[in-house]
């Protein structure tokens, strides 16, 4: 039995639980910005793995995703506890994750094929329980209120927090491996990892004790996982957003990923590093505050666009900044990631509106199931930006802790800036095929309601 509460799927939410929720995401960032910005870095730098090998392994790990994903999301729609479906899995995986993540930043005293397959093991692992932990957290955002516009404002709180999270994770964590390592970069990464573990564990149930679930099933739904995924497949507007996230988090890793070559062996100011990622972190973070208010005045389908548009026109003219011109490249980079900030409010609260628009359109509700394979979406599209970035570098000829070449120069300056760029533009033009329009969403939602007050 879920715990009572008296608010219905209309509710307006207060700017505690916004805050509360929001929060849970800075905790995520704790790994996820990790992971995005460092984590082919720390393989190819001090782990000691190639770069080919290294991004054939974060492919291949998606593929355990592909099923994780998804069966986390059936298994989450169908717990009953007293606190509801989403909310205990905070509690219960923060711990085993923090374990994870120290043993994925973990270098054995192993060969190169142990190496590879401690790699494999412990990544997978920390995905495993990485979904275990945001495939709820995330169905909660569709169920704690139906209103599109609270919504919104509540996916702002959550990226504003993720994002500035990202801000202080990418400006300290190098430095924090310097501290705790005093030059042994190995024992650096392990201990960072374990702070940050037990930091995320404390977040998530401050997040746990801050929100409620309010919308729940259809009383008689009794469905089978496998009748979920044909639905989502049937769910036009769901797919759309399924292959619009793959692609923007394409952008975002490339961006991410391929910053620490870039200032390394590129501009060869490696010190230029934190302060680049923090800016590109507080613009994105900037970006996701302004969503709710650009909603007021434009379509979400428009707006993202519009935004994606920007994104690639300025990033294909980053790729002709000379290398001793930095403060364009600040600025270019800080106007990239101002259009980038609202996609990820937009799209989240999309998400939502396609769990709604499925409820509408079959009778039956599956929100996690909605959000899981949303949330393979996105790590499916981080994999390949990680993976296309490294074999690329394998491929230009990259060597790791030294002089790159004139190619291989190239080929760092086109990962950070115009590839980007090109896989933006295809986001812009997937997104134009989106065709949930806010007055169908006013109409859905008030025809649930009175199903409910049928029932």
């Known amino acids: 039995m879920q715990e009572s509460n008296n608010n219905g799927r209309m509710t307006k939410l207060s700017i505690r639980e916004k805050l509360g929720y929001g929060l849970g995401d800075f905790g995520f960032n704790l790994y996820w910005t990790t ?52 909310r205990p899995y905070l509690l219960w995986a923060g711990v085993p994750m923090a374990a994870a993540a120290v043993l994925t930043f973990t270098t054995p005293d192993l060969n190169d094929w142990g190496k590879l397959l401690w790699a494999y093991a412990t990544y997978t692992m920390m995905m495993l329980l990485y979904t275990v932990l945001s495939t709820p957290y995330s169905a909660l955002s569709g169920v704690m209120t139906a209103v599109s516009q609270e919504r919104t404002s509540l996916i ?23 501290i705790f390592g005093g030059g042994n970069d190995k024992l650096g990464w392990q201990l960072t990892m374990g702070l940050y573990g037990i930091l995320a564990a404390a977040i998530f149930s401050i997040t746990f004790l801050s929100t409620r679930e309010r919308i729940s099933p259809p009383p008689a739904q009794k469905t089978h996982p496998l009748e979920d995924i044909k639905d989502l497949l ?39 590093l934190p302060n680049y990622l923090f800016a590109q972190q507080v613009a994105y973070a900037l970006g996701a505050i302004c969503a709710p208010l650009l909603t007021r005045f434009i379509d979400k389908t428009k707006l993202l ?15 002709f900044v000379p290398k001793d011109m930095i403060w364009a490249m600040f600025t270019l980079n800080i106007l990239i990631s101002l259009a980038l900030g609202p996609k990820s409010p937009l799209t989240w609260s999309m998400y939502a509106d396609t769990a709604d628009y499925n409820e509408w359109k079959t009778g039956k509700r599956a929100t996690a199931m909605t959000f899981s ?16 970035m490294l074999w690329v570098l394998a491929a230009i000829g990259y060597a790791a802790n030294q002089a790159q070449s004139g190619a291989s120069q190239v080929g ?9 760029g090109v896989f933006a533009i295809i986001a812009m033009v997937v997104v134009s095929f989106y065709s949930l329009s806010g007055k169908q969403l006013e109409n859905i939602q008030q025809e649930l309601k009175e199903r409910e007050q049928e029932s």
């Open 156 to 178: 702002s709180v959550r990226f504003l927090f993720a994002f500035s999270c990202g801000a202080l994770v990418n400006k300290y964590t190098l430095p924090l491996v310097e």
């Open 35 to 86: 992971i995005a910005s460092f984590l082919a870095a720390f393989y190819t730098d001090v782990f000691g793995i190639s770069a080919a090998a290294a991004g054939t392994m974060l492919l291949v790990t998606k593929i355990v995703d592909a099923f994780t994903d998804p069966a986390m999301g059936a298994i989450a729609d169908r717990t009953n506890t007293r606190f509801g479906k989403f």
């Open 234 to 272: 049937q769910n036009k507007p769901w797919l759309i957003l399924f292959i619009l996230a793959m692609v923007i988090m394409l952008t975002i890793t490339m961006r991410g990923g391929s910053a620490y070559y870039y200032f390394t062996y590129y501009v060869e100011r490696p010190d230029l």
């Open 373 to 388: 394979a949303a949330t393979f979406s996105q790590k499916l599209g981080g994999a390949l930006g990680s993976a296309g």
């Open 412 to 420: 760092i300056a086109l990962l950070q800036t115009a590839i980007p």
């Open 305 to 319: 666009m519009i935004l994606m548009g920007s994104v690639g026109v300025l990033s294909i003219l980053f790729y």
